[in-house]
């Protein structure tokens, strides 16, 4: 009992640690089976559930599982890459589990919600490259840093242009084109 006491305690301390601590492969192991332990713990829990609910269910255990392993990866690997890492799963994560939620909807509603989702998840995504840039230590950082954070605007204009686009869709007429007119000139697309 206190053997597994002291283990849950070394194993808990190195989560909370973050990338301070550099990880044993015995400790890697053991977090990585807990990662999979708590995975199916879920997974189960969504059994319970019906239709959309359980596939929101498992869209959200998956995404903390991915989520999770990321981390760790992340804490035994300290890397900028393995940072990025992290953070598109955590966009993969909650992209999917928006979408799911968006499937309880119909029509227009659910075409704006995806947008919205995939909105946000161009966002995170873009974010996470401008992160990964920061963190180069090379001598044309300032270049690339520009271009990256160039290249992240333009998408997360684009992706806020879509969604902003496909709320108009539930418009007509006049409504309709002032609607779209106003998109474009607010993300300045042509």
């Given at each position: 009992?206190?053997t597994?006491?002291?283990m849950?305690t070394v194993v808990?301390s190195c989560?909370?640690?973050?990338n301070a601590?550099a990880?044993?492969?015995?400790?890697y192991k053991?977090?990585?089976?807990?990662i999979?332990?708590?995975?199916?713990?879920s997974?189960q829990?969504?059994?319970?559930?019906?239709?959309?609910?359980?596939?929101?269910c498992?869209?959200?255990?998956?995404g903390?599982e991915?989520?999770?392993?990321?981390?760790l990866?992340?804490?035994?690997?300290p890397?900028p890459?393995n940072d990025e890492?992290?953070?598109?799963?955590?966009?993969?994560?909650?992209?999917?589990?928006?979408k799911?939620k968006?499937?309880?909807?119909?029509?227009?509603?659910?075409?704006?919600?995806?947008?919205?989702?995939?909105a946000?998840?161009?966002?995170?995504k873009?974010?996470?490259?401008?992160m990964?840039a920061a963190?180069?230590?090379?001598?044309?950082?300032t270049e690339?840093m520009?271009?990256?954070?160039?290249?992240?605007a333009e998408?997360?204009r684009?992706?806020?242009?879509?969604?902003?686009k496909e709320?108009?869709d539930n418009l007509?007429?006049?409504?309709k084109d002032?609607?779209q007119?106003?998109a474009?000139?607010?993300?300045?697309?042509?």
């Amino acid at each position: 009992m206190k053997t597994k006491l002291l283990m849950l305690t070394v194993v808990m301390s190195c989560a909370f640690a973050g990338n301070a601590v550099a990880m044993t492969k015995e400790e890697y192991k053991t977090q990585k089976d807990r990662i999979s332990a708590d995975y199916k713990a879920s997974w189960q829990n969504c059994n319970v559930m019906k239709a959309n609910a359980k596939d929101i269910c498992v869209a959200e255990a998956k995404g903390a599982e991915k989520v999770a392993k990321a981390e760790l990866e992340a804490q035994y690997k300290p890397s900028p890459r393995n940072d990025e890492k992290v953070t598109l799963a955590k966009a993969d994560a909650t992209y999917d589990t928006a979408k799911e939620k968006c499937d309880d909807l119909k029509g227009n509603a659910k075409d704006v919600c995806v947008k919205d989702a995939k909105a946000a998840h161009t966002k995170a995504k873009e974010d996470a490259k401008v992160m990964k840039a920061a963190a180069d230590t090379s001598k044309n950082k300032t270049e690339k840093m520009v271009d990256v954070k160039k290249d992240a605007a333009e998408e997360k204009r684009e992706a806020d242009y879509k969604a902003a686009k496909e709320r108009c869709d539930n418009l007509a007429g006049a409504a309709k084109d002032t609607c779209q007119s106003d998109a474009k000139s607010k993300y300045g697309m042509k």
